[in-house]
Each structure stands twice: as structure tokens, then as C-alpha cells.
């Protein structure tokens, strides 16, 4: 079995800052890309940043400059750095791993629990 655990989030001021990590666990035999989305109510999950195991990363355009993806390989964790908040950032953040499992040859995806950040104006 696989995990991935969410932390960080919370309540923030326009302008301010926060940190999510996200730590895998479980059966991996390897990660091969690592990111994080977000959804508000009535909208689909959207891709926020990721980053592959080499560090190569992608962001979404509306969070370029201001948000920034790292990940530990050697703790199978991801970090997404939240910088320049707007209140349009307010969203629930979702972990995601594109990995493969033991014994298993084809990648899954699995998602964290979701994180609340809320920006205030």
C-alpha cells in the first residue's frame, strides 16, 4: 500500500506565505513525477506546479514567480513553497504522485488527503 500524507496549509493574509509537504510511504519501487493540484467548490482539480524526479518542473501559468515545487527524492517528499498569496489562490491542495509500486510494473497515481489554504483579503 501506498500513502501520501499532507501537511501545511492553513490561513494567510493577501500578500503572505505558507509551505505544503507531502510525504510518500508505503511500497514504492519508484517516483517518477511528484506535484501538487488544487480545487474550489464547483470547479475541476487543477494542475498547480510539478516536478519530476530528475527536477525538471512545470507550473501553471497563474502561479509562475510565485509558487515554487522542490522534492527530496531520498524522503519521497514533495514541498510546494506559496509565496505571494492572492485570495484567488484560496483552494483546497491535493498531493500527487505518478509512482510505481512493488512487484507492480505499471505507474498509478495516488492523491494526498487535500490541504485548506485560504487567503484573506
Known amino acids: 500500500q501506498v500513502q501520501l500524507v499532507e501537511s501545511g496549509g492553513g490561513l494567510v493574509q493577501t500578500g503572505g506565505s505558507l509551505r505544503l509537504s507531502c510525504a510518500a510511504s508505503?511500497?514504492?519501487?519508484?517516483?517518477?513525477?511528484m506535484g501538487w493540484y488544487r480545487q474550489v467548490p464547483g470547479k475541476q482539480r487543477e494542475l498547480v506546479a510539478v516536478?519530476?524526479?530528475?527536477?525538471?518542473?512545470n507550473y501553471a501559468d497563474s502561479v509562475k514567480g510565485r509558487f515554487t515545487i522542490s522534492r527530496d527524492n531520498a524522503k519521497n517528499t514533495v514541498y510546494l513553497h506559496l509565496n505571494s498569496l492572492k485570495p484567488e489562490d484560496t483552494a483546497v491542495y491535493y498531493c500527487?504522485?505518478?509512482?510505481?509500486?512493488?512487484?507492480?510494473?505499471?505507474?498509478?497515481?495516488?492523491w494526498g488527503q487535500g490541504a485548506q489554504v485560504t487567503v484573506s483579503s
Open positions: 500527487n504522485a505518478h509512482l510505481v509500486q512493488m512487484l507492480f510494473l505499471v505507474p498509478k497515481d495516488y
Open positions: 508505503g511500497s514504492i519501487s519508484s517516483i517518477l513525477t
Open positions: 516536478i519530476t524526479s530528475g527536477g525538471s518542473t
